[in-house]
């Protein structure tokens, strides 16, 4: 820059006072590359804008041919320019006509062009457009000169990020900034949601990146870095974190990146062109940002988060301004977009406001997933820099259901969404219409509906269904769910918020079921080769009894006066439910001798999951009060395939004879002993696996809430005789090998059975 009029202060000084007339964008856009190219001493200065087709198109020249504007439209592989914004990197060349990826356009008149100096104009890491300067002279531009160059194109991205540009555009050939988006991603929570972005951490957003005081800007910018290494010191030495170990790992690389010689300096040669504190650390973060987006290694992936996180929390620190949205002022149709969100924050929003979540991360396991599934949200994970993508208050659709994203959708596709939305709403008017309908077969056979659940928003769901009772509560999901080892008491209130919300109706609590896919973020994980088949369930809860003896006692006093059902999980030999039983016992007998009121009544049961107690079902029929079969597992174990792996998912089918024969052999035994047996895995919940499951003989179900509906209208048209008639030579010994599922398809459809 040295040499140049002024310096790049002076020109961002220029620049504000342009940013502040009121012109048309044009004009404003032709005086802005004029005022460049003085200050860079360059003959040409131009602005490329990435278009909603993929293409760039010259908005402004100053230097070459102005007829060109607006005509010249480069393809993003084509050209230097196409370079500079594939790359999302400056290109800086003294002789451009000799880089093999030079081509020339002649209505523009550049071939008496000789150097070249292009810069990404950048927002939040997405490339927005190109800002070039060119000398007829081999010039070789200065690293300061690259340096300004990318400060002014901030400048640029915001006029382009404002949207002042699309009314000039002509249709579909806006700027890409504000263009409609279509991203896949992995569906997470079933449901539509359409509505506005509420970023639930927001960026800050940077109103002022022109400095009227370097020096002062470089003192504010070293003191924040200061009080954020100190801060993040502090949180480090404090006991609490560091017993976290995910969290300190994440603070350790806070650390090294806020020590980081190169990252400071970055921002401080930033302010030295003239940008403020936060114009310079909003400049660097999208420079980093748009450097590790084009990464794969899913390790530097991550560390782009630590820095991001890191330069939002200097950015609060400069601007003074707090982290997340007013949880209860967000707006009433809220997609909250986030990275990744613990479900704890999400149940901090204001559930009549939120319509759906999408994620950068997130997996069907994760317990975040699990509470938006509770809270009937629709959710949507994966979704590869959704972040940067959006701007809040953007209109925004998540399909829970196919697993996709409309970002500023266009209208067609937001109608369809609203008809979709409104036929889900009268089909869940129907099911409502159902609820005090007994549950019983057209040909007169009850078939009990009972919902599964697990956390206090679950519970609204029982009076909404009118369900039996609860026949699965899965007590880890509060434990998943919490930063820290619930206490007995924590525990007590919960379990007796559930009595109550339950009322007369019977609740089925299951022991904690930790371990494989269940992981508890502050329990020390065990490096399992195959954790699935590990030590995780009852096992853990026979080796280390005292996490179990102390739930179980919070079980017993939460059902003080009343019945108190209790299962299993993972029991794999009648032994195992010996061992636990006895310790049921004990506990009874602790509080009855400490003066405690007991329960009234205490039914133990076992959960159904593992298959070689298929083999020993007379000796555990004759011991259990009841069992529940958990084909998720079951099924899992019985053909070996991961539950969570999709590449599997397809290889066999729980309609298969062999599934179907187990689950019989189960159902038939249990008659036999005259024990209740419930089936609470997700097959229950699909109305044709339904059908198939009150076909061989189970008369209870334990569905999802959302299931509900759709269960219980298919079980009162089925003729369940003539469905039994069906199943049961397909399930003889030598009959045909093939999935039970399409006779059965074949038979709803013919009668008519709303699937
Ligand atoms: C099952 O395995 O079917 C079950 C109901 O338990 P979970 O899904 O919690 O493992
Ligand atoms: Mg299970």
Sequence with gaps: MRGALGGPRVLLRRLREVMAEPVSAQDRLDKIVVLIAANMVAEVCSVYVLRVDGTLELYATEGLNRTAVHLTVMRIDEGLVGTVAREAEPVSLSNAQAHPAFSYRPETGEEIYHSFLGVPILRAGNTLGVLVVQNRAHRTYTEEEVEALQT?????????????????????????????????????????????????????????????????ELTRLDEAIETLRSSIDAMLEDEGVARVGEHREILEAYRMFANDRGWTQRMREAVMTGLTAEGAVERVQSDTRARMLRMTDPYLRERMHDIDDLANRLLRQLTGRAGGPEKSQIPDNAIIVARNMSPAALLDYDRARVRGVILEEGAATSHLTIVARALNVAAVGHVENIVGLVDPGDAVIVDGISGEVHVRPPADVEAAYAEKVRFRARRLERYAALRDVPSVTKDGVPIELHLNAGLLVDLPHIAETGAVGIGLFRTELQFMIASAFPRTNEQLKLYRSVLDAAGDRPVVFRTLDIGGDKVLPYMRAIEEENPALGWRAIRLGLDR?????????????????????????????????????????????????????????VLVGVMLEVPALLFQLEELFSKVDFASVGSNDLVQFLFAADRGNPRVADRFDSLSPASLRALKLVADVAARHGKPVTL????????????????????????????????????????????????????????????????LKAFAEAAGLPL
């Design 680 to 743: 609470c895995g997700e097959i229950a919940s699909h109305p044709l696996e339904a059908l198939a499951l009150a076909a061989i003989g189970y008369r209870k179900l334990s569905v999802s809430p959302a299931s509900f509906g759709p269960v219980k209208a298919m079980l009162l048209e089925l003729d369940l005789a003539a469905a039994s008639a069906l199943v049961a030579p397909l399930l003889a010994n030598g009959a045909s090998q093939g999935s039970v599922r399409s006779r």
């Design 545 to 601: 009894p005292g996490l179990l003896r102390s739930q179980i006692r919070a079980l017993l006093r939460a059902a003080t006066g009343r019945e108190l059902r209790l299962i299993f999980p993972m029991v794999s030999a009648v032994e195992e439910f010996d061992r636990a039983r006895h310790i049921v016992e004990r506990e009874l007998t602790h509080l009855r001798r400490h003066g405690h009121d007991l329960p009234e009544r």
């Design 152 to 216: 002014t194109a901030m400048v640029l991205a915001e006029i382009i990020a404002s949207g002042e540009l699309t009314a000039m555009a002509r249709p579909g050939a806006e700027p890409a900034a504000r263009r409609p988006l279509h991203i896949k991603g992995l569906a997470l929570s079933e449901g539509i949601g359409l509505g506005h972005v509420v970023l639930h951490e927001p960026r800050i957003e940077v109103t002022k990146v022109i400095a009227d005081d370097v020096p002062g």
